[in-house]
């Protein structure tokens, strides 16, 4: 079984692409909401959570967990791989990607200040970008919007105009998406920006890494695929009616609940 865990609804989108690559595989998805959002907590803070939940994923079942997200993975993915001994894969900011496919040599990058301060966005930046101009934006509020539903309202489109107009500005052609809950305002953030602007979203590539690390676990047993996912917060049912409005599951094989 794979765990996936993320501050809430955002690493759904890292989920679809693994359920793409890996179909017939069990995954548990843990969302924190009773932490949520991430992106300023402290790195105290965010470990002992990634410990908190690696620890319940296991006892679960877990042979392989994903940390889906970007502000989590900055802060707490070489204590995790430290302390346990199964694979870990975490968010990578698409630095790479985006400066390869850039004509103008001008990418944006939209993430949480824990993203921004983190070592691995830093060194990322700092291999793949040197001729490149980096803008860089936090993403304030755009973590509530995807956790209220609220994509592709007048509401979205407000907290959006001001971070569309910075990269506008600067003639990007390319937006990396450093958060994955951002993947879920893709189409707003494409009909604002025009089809100039590629939109990166890192989730195929981490699926693809979860596939290559899932292939080479030893003793994994063979179950009927199934889908748990499990909240900390105390609504089960908003929970569930959440998670069915992103994501697409056989039901008769899922079950929702809270930690």
């Known amino acids: 079984m794979i765990g996936i865990f993320d501050s809430g609804y955002g690493g759904l989108s890292v989920q679809k692409a693994v359920m793409k690559t890996l179909p017939d595989v069990p995954i548990v998805y843990f969302a924190d909401h009773k932490f949520c959002p991430y992106g300023r907590k402290s790195k105290e803070e965010l470990i002992e959570r990634a410990f908190f939940i690696a620890d319940a994923l296991i006892h679960m079942g877990a042979q392989l967990i994903i940390v889906a ?33 850039s004509s103008t040599k001008k990418i944006g990058v939209l993430a949480t200040e824990g993203t921004f301060s983190g070592r691995l966005f830093n060194q990322t930046k700092e291999k793949f970008a040197q001729d490149i101009e980096v803008v860089i934006q936090e993403g304030v509020g755009l973590v509530e919007l995807v956790e209220k539903g ?10 959006l105009f001001p ?92 079950l929702f609940m809270y930690e």
């Open 163 to 254: 971070i569309v107009d910075k990269m506008k500005a600067h003639q990007i052609d390319q937006l990396v998406l450093g958060c994955t809950h951002y993947p879920f305002l893709k189409e707003d953030l494409q009909k604002m920006l025009g089809k100039q602007v590629q939109l990166i979203d890192p989730a195929p590539a981490v699926a693809q890494q979860a596939k290559r690390l899932y292939q080479n676990v030893d003793d994994k047993v063979t179950v009927k695929k199934y889908y748990r996912f499990i909240t900390s917060g105390d609504n089960v049912k908003e929970f569930r009616r959440n998670v069915l409005s992103l994501i697409t599951v056989d039901e008769e094989n899922t």
């Open 69 to 101: 997200c970007n502000t989590a993975t900055a802060a707490a993915i070489d204590a995790l791989r430290e302390k346990y001994d199964i694979p870990f894969v975490g968010m990578e900011p698409a630095i790479k990607p985006a400066a390869m496919a």
């Open 150 to 159: 609220l994509m592709g309202t007048y509401k979205a489109h407000q907290v």
